[in-house]
């Protein structure tokens, strides 16, 4: 009489799904987010359930800043050519041609 009864199938079932539910869980919420699927899988299959709300406390993917730097000043752009006048890099048209595009493009 060594089988397996409803209890022991419902504990094997539910080990079963705690152990796969958790670590997939993970993996596909880390994927969108900067902790990377790999580390949701990780977190999902060593912590379970408290995996996975770090998981879900690590930010998004999209919601991730990125650095824009600002655009150079029409000032700034005019000394840049300048410097190049002065060094001989460019020539005065080419030169005069830059600080129209520059002052026009700025509405001055």
């Known amino acids: 009489m060594g089988g397996l009864g409803a209890p022991e199938i419902i504990l094997v079932l539910i080990a079963f799904g705690i152990i796969i539910i958790f670590p997939v ?11 990377g699927p790999i580390g949701g899988l990780l977190l999902g299959l060593f912590l379970n359930w408290i995996g996975i709300i770090i998981v879900y406390c690590t930010n998004r993917i999209d919601e991730q800043k990125s650095y824009n730097f600002p655009d150079q000043s ?16 460019i020539t005065e048209a080419e ?3 830059q600080k129209a595009r520059i002052l026009n493009s700025n509405g001055y």
Do not use: F
Request: charged share 35%.
């Open 74 to 89: 029409s000032a700034d752009e005019l000394k840049k050519y300048k410097q190049l006048l002065d060094n001989g890099a």
């Open 25 to 35: 869980w993970g993996y596909r919420a880390g994927s969108k987010r900067a902790i």
């Open 95 to 97: 030169y005069r041609i």
